[in-house]
Structures are given as C-alpha cells and as structure tokens.
C-alpha cells in the first residue's frame, strides 16, 4: 500500500482535525465552544466510518452523536448561565494523575494497535456493508448476533422514557 | 411488465464513458478528484439557481394568493429579473461583527445549517443513474445529514447575544427536534414499503406503480403526515413561528446581515425543496413515469420524458402544495405547534407504521 494515496491523505487529515479539535475541547475556556469542538470531533468519527465502507454506522454516528447529544447539550447550555470564563487553576497532584492516566490510556492503545493492526489494512476499502446484513446480525441468535444485547438496550431505553416522563410530569 | 422504458435516458454508460476517457489520459486518483470538484460545482450551481427560482416561485404563488401581481417592475414582463437584482444586492452587502458575540460561533452557525442543506440535497434522485450522494443507507444519511442544521440555528440564536435570537433560537430548536421524530417514522413507513434505504432502490421498487398508489390509503396518511412535518421542519409558515416578528423579530438570525443572512434565507427555500424532493422520491415515485394500467398508448407516451422533467415536475408540485398551506393558514404559537406534534401527529405516525406493518405482512399493498 503506497503512502500518498488519496484515502491515506484523506485519512490523515480527518485523523489530524480530531486530534486538534479533541484537544481544543478540553483546553477552550468556554462551554458553548466545547460543545462545537466535540460536534467536529463526532463529524470526524463519522468520516472514519464513511471512509471504511460502514455507512450505516456514520450515519447513525451523525444522527445521535451530532443531532442529538450535542443538540442536547447546545440546549442546556443555552438555557442556563454559562458564559462566565471556566479557567481553572490545576493543582500539582491533579496534574500528575492526569498525566498518569494519558500515559496509561495512550499505553492501552498503542498495546492494541500493535497487536491488531490498523483497521484501514484489515478491511477492504470502498465496499459497503449493506444494511441488510447490518440489520439480520443485530436480531440474529447465531454467533456475533446480537439479539439479546439489542433487547436489553430496548428495556432500558423504555425505563428511561418512562423516568423522564415521570420527572417532567406536573401534577404529582 | 415491461421495463425497457428504464433504459432510454439512463446516464450511467455516458457516465461510465467519460470515467474511462479521463483515466486514459490521467491517472486514476486524479480523474476521482476532478470529477469530485465538477460535480461539487454542479451541485453549488443547481442550488443557487433553484433558489432564485424558489424565491421568485413563492413571492408570484403568495401574491397569487393575496390577490396582488407580485412583482412585476424589474426585467420587463412578470419581473423576472426581480429576484437575480436581490441576489446582487444581497451580496454587496456588509457582513459585519458583533460585539461582545462569540465570534467563532457567530460566524461557524451559517455554514452549519448550509452544509447540512447541501448534503442532504445531493441525496435527491435527479435523473435515473443521476444521484450523486448513493448508498445503500441513502435515506438514513438524509434524516442524520439534516438533523445538523438544528445545530447551526441554535449556535447562531445563541451566539448573537441578543434574548429575541436565543428565545427564537430555542423555539424553533424544540420545533424541529418534535417534528424530526414524526418525519422519521413516516421514512421508516415507506421504508418499509420498499423495502429498502437506498435512494436508488426506492425509486426502482416503484416501476410498477407509486408507493402512493401501491400502499393506497396508509400511503396517503403517511404522505399528508410527512408534508405537515416537512413544512415544520423547513420552518415555514404556519409553523414559522421563529418569525414571529411582533414577538421575536426576526427569530434566530435577527442579528446576521449579507451573505451570513443570505445563507439562512437559501437554506430556508431549499430545505422546502429538499422536503419535496424527498416526498417525490417516497411517495411519487422520484424520476418515474406516471402510468395507467391498460393505456398502453398513454404510457408509451409518458416513457419518453425523460425523468430529470419528471422529477422536477412532481417536486414543483409538490412545493406548490406547501407554498398553498403557508400562505392560507395563520400563524401557531408555540404550545399550539408542540400540542399539534406530540399529541395528535406522532401518534397518529405510529399509528400509520404499524397498520402499514399489518398491511406489508399480510400482503394488503400492492
């Protein structure tokens, strides 16, 4: 595989805008601009998926991620006070367990990309997963079938619905 | 049935044609990246140009309705030239800074909310081998594609740092996140009709007849359901409450002047096309020929236009329909417009999928 291919040039470029935009998130003083340099964070993930023939999962990426957690996010802000700047002073301990935990977290996932590769190298690039297969593993029972991990969200996500409209009920 | 008729414009092998000529006289990674910015150009013409024509479509229909000529000065006969003079205009104008305002924010809002437009307007079925965004999710990617310009509304209402721009920002936010939910779950009915999310796939599922004729009357109370949504989600009249202007001024993008300004405006008029160009290839069957059974002399006929007319054709019409509900119904407040989604449209959708489930099951569709 030759370097300067147009997908690894791509590649590169959405690698490098998460990275930038990652590390603005955490260092921006203001929260609205968080909030902005996460959705271009999300945007980038979603490329990655688009770039490896997943589309469905881009898709749902911008969907929930960009459209709906962000927008979440974007609307608490907005409805509360919030434009005080958030320069925090970091003490000498918290810096060391901070920096402790990069190393760790880099560590872990150097650990797994040596071991496994770069995902671009072990699937082929420009086909797409169709939606059906997508569709048939995810209520399937066979083996890397997921019917019962999809069952499991499903309650859970009806024992939210049901808390949140238990909260934001008026009369008790 | 016969389906020669599929052949007799189709662009893929003049597609596949110039594809081969230029990669035999470049490589092929530059011939991908000059076809890429062609057909990034043509994108970036046709929506311009179908702006101008929406906007002098919508001031000739509203006058229409009001009982007045609408404009008629500029350009000679009918003011043609009307709308191409606001253009100039409007791009002459001074885009200035606010101050106080987040002015990253401020100025990234717009290109929010045009770039979801635009992707989700690349999806559409122009012509049969004509889409330009296709993949086998096509569908999903427009719903996910446009759930991005929420985002540009309520950075630009909060950004501006004005109380009228957030409180328009947070209306019109609420009203497009409620009215997403009923859009999806009627794509999901006629997803279900088909068969399939691929935009291409959708449009040849109806060959043989319109989604709108083959799912009959579950079809047509997902139809209406999806243009009542689709108007809220285009934040147009009577859901555009944003604009209340004796309330809020002029909502979410009071403070933005020019091209920033402009941005919204064309976004605004292309997300009604892109809402009837999704309603076209859903329900009227995108580019297809409309046939009768039994007049085969008639059908003949209606094979040979090609289908870019076709699709343009159902698409205006069906923007006439929303233009016609916009301008013939008052405005609704806010607790009316969030009473009208989640209690009697997002049910009444649910209600539509399921039948349609029932229908699909047991054989009830065409």
């Not at chain 1, 082929?124 to 399937?140: H, K, Q, T």
């Not at chain 2, 997403?180 to 935009?199: C, F, K, P, R």
Request: aromatic share 12%.
């Amino acid at each position: 595989m030759e370097i300067l291919s147009f997908q690894n040039i791509v590649f590169f470029v959405v690698a490098l805008a998460i990275a930038v935009c990652s590390v603005l998130a955490v260092t921006t003083g203001k929260l609205l601009r968080a909030a902005t340099y996460l959705l271009f964070v999300l945007f980038g993930t979603a490329a990655i998926f688009f770039m490896l023939g997943y589309t469905f999962l881009g898709a749902v990426q911008l969907m929930v991620y960009a459209g709906g957690i962000i927008v979440l996010y974007v609307f608490s802000i907005a409805l509360t006070r919030s434009d005080k700047d958030m320069k925090y002073k970091v003490s000498k301990a918290k810096l060391f367990s901070l920096l402790a935990t990069t190393v760790v977290g880099a560590a872990l996932v150097l650990l797994l990309l040596f071991t496994n590769g770069f995902a671009l190298n072990t699937i082929p690039l420009g086909e797409e997963l169709p939606s059906r297969e997508v569709g048939l593993a995810l209520v399937g029972t066979d083996k890397y079938q997921f019917v019962l991990p999809f069952e499991v969200v499903s309650v859970l996500l009806l024992a939210c619905m049901i808390g949140g409209i238990l909260i934001a009920r008026k009369e008790k | 049935m016969n389906q020669a008729f599929l052949d007799y414009y189709n662009l893929q092998p003049l597609l596949a044609a110039i594809h081969s000529w230029l990669c035999g006289i470049m490589p092929e990674g530059l011939a991908i990246f000059l076809e890429c910015v062609v057909v990034g150009v043509i994108i970036l013409v046709l929506y311009a140009v179908l702006a101008i024509i929406l906007i002098y479509m919508e001031r000739k229909v509203c006058a229409a309705f009001q009982c007045r000529i609408g404009p008629n000065r500029v350009g000679g006969k009918g003011g043609l030239l009307q709308v191409p003079a606001d253009v100039i205009k409007i791009l002459i104008k001074e885009v200035f800074k606010l101050k106080n305002a987040d002015q990253f924010l401020y100025g990234l809002a717009p290109f929010l909310v045009i770039l979801a437009s635009i992707l989700t307007f690349s999806c559409l079925p122009w012509h049969n081998g004509g889409e330009i965004l296709s993949m086998n999710i096509g569908i999903l990617f427009v719903l996910a594609a446009s759930s991005i310009g929420i985002l540009g509304i309520l950075l630009a209402g909060w950004s501006s740092n004005s109380k009228y721009t957030l409180i328009g920002a947070v209306r019109s936010g609420a009203m497009l996140i409620s009215y997403e939910i009923s859009i999806g779950i009627t794509v999901l009915t006629m997803v279900m009709l088909s068969g399939t999310m691929d935009i291409h796939e959708i449009v040849m599922s109806q060959a043989n007849g319109w989604n709108i004729f083959k799912g009959h009357i579950v079809a047509i109370v997902a139809f209406i359901i999806y243009l009542i949504a689709g108007n809220a989600e285009a934040n147009r009249g009577p859901f555009d409450l944003a604009e209340a202007e004796q309330e809020l001024t002029a909502g979410y993008h009071t403070e933005y002047s020019g091209m920033h300004f402009g941005f919204f405006y064309l976004a605004e008029y292309l997300n009604l096309f892109i809402t009837s160009g999704i309603a076209t290839t859903l329900f009227l069957g995108g580019w297809m020929p409309l046939h009768i059974a039994g007049l085969d002399g008639f059908n003949a006929v209606m094979d040979y236009i090609p289908g870019i007319v076709w699709f343009l054709g159902k698409t205006f019409f069906v923007v006439f329909l929303l233009m016609w509900l916009r301008w013939t119904y008052p405005r609704l407040r806010i607790d009316q417009v969030l009473t009208l989604e989640w209690k009697y449209i997002m049910p009444l959708s649910l209600l539509v999928m399921l039948v349609m489930a029932v229908c699909k099951v047991y054989g009830l569709v065409f």
